[in-house]
């Protein structure tokens, strides 16, 4: 699967010894790139359109796998993954997700959501859940939903249920943060990306310091772990910038609101991110 077709040109991929490729989203063409497959007449290359409705997508096959040898936890809760959107309407600079769906986003329904959540329950006995969606929160009226139907679940079904998920903090705020609470959420994570004004804007973050502070404030009061993400290396960084980082996670805890865990990664510029082409 390649990352971009705006730079699939570069890559050389047709000398590398793979039977085949994929270009853009992989939903319908890694189904097409199967259904060739089983009738012998696999292609060199496959770009399908993005997938319309992924509400129409069956459960994932996790019977296909070993799923307990999986060591993601919550806590001390085994748990598995869910993917429950797709495509990002954000132009990140050092994101080349759009390029694979598009910016078209895509969502499962609360109640899809809930159905998939009870059938990893019943079959697979397994009560918390990782959201891997980019922001789980781009419309408010489903975040809301969804953390209706996980409480439906957490009181009725399994007591114990818990979840982690992604959100834009630009769109979080105490409503949310409360629903989040009473839905089970273990945990909620943002990247963050950085601590300094002059980084958030050079990458096109959609968020502010101020309004990065703001959300690890509001998901604290409601109780919620947090969990912040910052890439170290972006366009424009400096010393100068890290130690605005290090002043503003710094700022936090002197106020009793320190993120409960942070990831810091180097930058690594894929083909197709605007970095790729602009590294500044």
């Known amino acids: 699967h390649l990352t971009s077709d705006q730079h699939v040109n570069e890559l050389g991929f047709l000398n590398d010894g793979f039977d085949s490729y994929c270009i853009g989203e992989g939903y319908n063409a890694a189904t097409k790139m199967c259904e060739d497959i089983k009738n012998g007449e696999l292609k060199q290359m496959y770009a399908e359109p993005i997938l319309k409705d992924i509400n129409s997508l069956p459960f994932a096959a996790r019977d296909l796998i070993d799923i307990k040898s999986y060591k993601y936890r919550l806590g001390d809760k085994p748990c598995t993954t869910f993917y429950s959107q797709a495509g990002c309407p954000y132009s990140?600079?050092?994101?080349?997700?759009?390029?694979?769906?598009?910016?078209?986003?895509?969502?499962?329904?609360?109640?899809?959501?809930?159905?998939?959540?009870?059938?990893?329950?019943?079959?697979?006995?397994?009560?918390?859940?990782?959201?891997?969606?980019?922001?789980?929160?781009?419309?408010?009226?489903?975040?809301?939903?969804?953390?209706?139907?996980?409480?439906?679940?957490?009181?009725?079904?399994?007591?114990?249920?818990a979840w982690r998920g992604f959100v834009v903090t630009a769109k979080f705020n105490e409503d949310l943060a409360r629903a989040c609470k009473s839905s089970g959420c273990y945990e909620i994570a943002s990247g963050i990306e950085s601590g300094s004004p002059?980084?958030?804007?050079?990458?096109?973050?959609?968020?502010?310091?101020?309004?990065?502070?703001?959300?690890?404030?509001?998901?604290?009061?409601?109780?919620?772990?947090?969990?912040?993400f910052f890439i170290i290396g972006l366009k424009n960084e400096s010393w100068k910038t890290i130690m605005e980082t290090d002043r503003f996670l710094e700022s936090l805890k002197a106020e009793g609101c320190a993120p409960d865990d942070v990831d810091f990664s180097l930058l690594q510029i894929y083909k197709g991110a605007p970095l790729y082409s602009d590294p500044g």
């Open 92 to 161: 990140c600079s050092y994101c080349e997700s759009p390029l694979s769906g598009a910016f078209t986003v895509r969502a499962m329904t609360p109640v899809r959501i809930r159905e998939e959540v009870l059938d990893i329950h019943y079959r697979h006995g397994i009560d918390a859940v990782m959201f891997f969606d980019d922001e789980m929160n781009l419309d408010q009226k489903r975040m809301l939903g969804i953390c209706r139907e996980l409480e439906w679940v957490k009181d009725r079904v399994a007591k114990d249920f």
């Open 198 to 228: 002059t980084i958030l804007k050079s990458i096109r973050k959609p968020a502010t310091v101020d309004i990065n502070r703001q959300f690890i404030r509001t998901a604290k009061r409601a109780g919620l772990r947090v969990k912040c």
